[in-house]
């Protein structure tokens, strides 16, 4: 068996993030795997990627609109003799869904990491992702959320749909529940559409001064953000530190991390937090609420007062030691070791 992993970019994302632990993990189960990036303007994790020891392929175009990119992909499952191709992200969807008609010998399966997209919104795109979808033999699912509003859009059928959670590298991440050392709260998304960070900004406005906000990452939405924080005079206490590769180190330095999504197919920042004992608080929204339960609080979505009243219920330390501890439990059940044997057991009954 030989995997080739196809993803639209290595951006800051769940799904990126994902394939970066997944991949080292189903080669230490001892089968061949690697990866095809189709665009690599904007990577984060590229170079992460080739540290942990795996093959890169990158395209001559580099640009995830080509029309060369499906006979490039098909170029290189043939040239590599790869027996499984795996798409993740749309335009990575789309490409090797043309590229099955190039190379019907291959198995072709795809994850979902989302229960919402902007295609969604226009029903014209549902003719597009029909095709799409019906071109995989099998499409695996991040959450059950995922799994229900994907069979919804493109009437697939549920059989051909399998969820696998998502897992984290319980290594790099784990912890031990932690008493309450200050006011320090961090939030660890990209900024995108489907992110809410404007509520958690709008929460700090009413929290008392002591209590200052990290926010890591990049994207679309951050000039957004920041005006909003200089129009609230919050610059002293809301910090950008932008893309860092030190995620766990700063969970574990955190008292509080926050999850702010419109929509979420998973939550892997919310899990990863939950891991390392920092109490976590997330919108109460499928898939993001799935994963971390009463292990964490919960809170309505874009709601600052419901925000604001969840965040200092943490201040009762026993309370908050007790969601440390609850989150590490829950974490342990999310290993990325078992999510990579639940692909590969896809993987082989899809090649019978």
């Avoid at 920041?226 to 893309?243: A, D």
Wanted: charged content about 30%.
């Amino acid at each position: 068996m030989k995997v080739l992993h196809i993803i639209t970019s290595l951006e800051l994302g769940g799904a990126e993030k994902l394939l970066l632990d997944l991949i080292p993990a189903q080669k230490k189960q001892g089968i061949e795997v690697d990866l095809l990036v189709l665009d690599t303007k904007g990577e984060k994790f590229l170079e992460e990627y080739r540290k942990r020891g795996i093959k890169v392929y990158t395209l001559k175009p580099n640009n995830k609109f080509s029309l060369k990119n499906p006979f490039e992909i098909a170029k290189i499952i043939k040239e590599n003799g790869y027996t499984i191709a795996h798409a993740h992200l749309v335009h990575a969807q789309i490409w090797t869904s043309v590229a099955k008609y190039l190379n019907k010998k291959v198995v072709y399966i795809t994850t979902e990491h989302s229960t919402h997209n902007r295609r969604r919104e226009k029903w014209i795109y549902k003719f597009l992702d029909k095709f799409i979808y019906k071109s995989y033999v099998k499409v695996i699912a991040i959450s059950e959320a995922t799994a229900k509003e994907l069979v919804k859009w493109v009437e697939l059928s549920v059989k051909k749909v399998e969820v696998i959670p998502n897992g984290v590298s319980l290594r790099a991440f784990i912890g031990k529940p932690k008493e309450r050392k200050g006011n320090n709260m961090i939030m660890i998304s990209r900024f995108h559409p489907s992110k809410d960070h404007l509520t958690v900004v709008r929460a700090m406005e009413k929290l008392p001064k002591d209590y200052m906000l990290t926010l890591v990452g990049e994207g679309e939405t951050q000039e957004a953000v920041k005006r909003e924080v200089l129009m609230l005079n919050l610059s002293n206490r809301v910090q950008f530190l932008g893309y860092s590769n030190s995620v766990a180190t700063l969970l574990k330095r955190s008292d509080i991390a926050i999850q702010s999504s419109n929509f979420e197919g998973f939550g892997l920042s919310a899990l990863e937090a939950m891991a390392t004992g920092t109490p976590t608080v997330v919108s109460d929204i499928e898939g993001l609420a799935d994963i971390v339960g009463d292990s964490g609080l919960l809170f309505k979505l874009g709601d600052v007062d419901d925000l604001v009243e969840k965040i200092t219920s943490l201040e009762n330390s026993r309370f908050y030691y007790e969601k440390s501890k609850a989150g590490i439990k829950k974490s342990l059940t999310y290993s990325i070791e078992e999510t990579a044997k639940k692909y590969i057991d896809v993987y082989k009954e899809e090649m019978k």
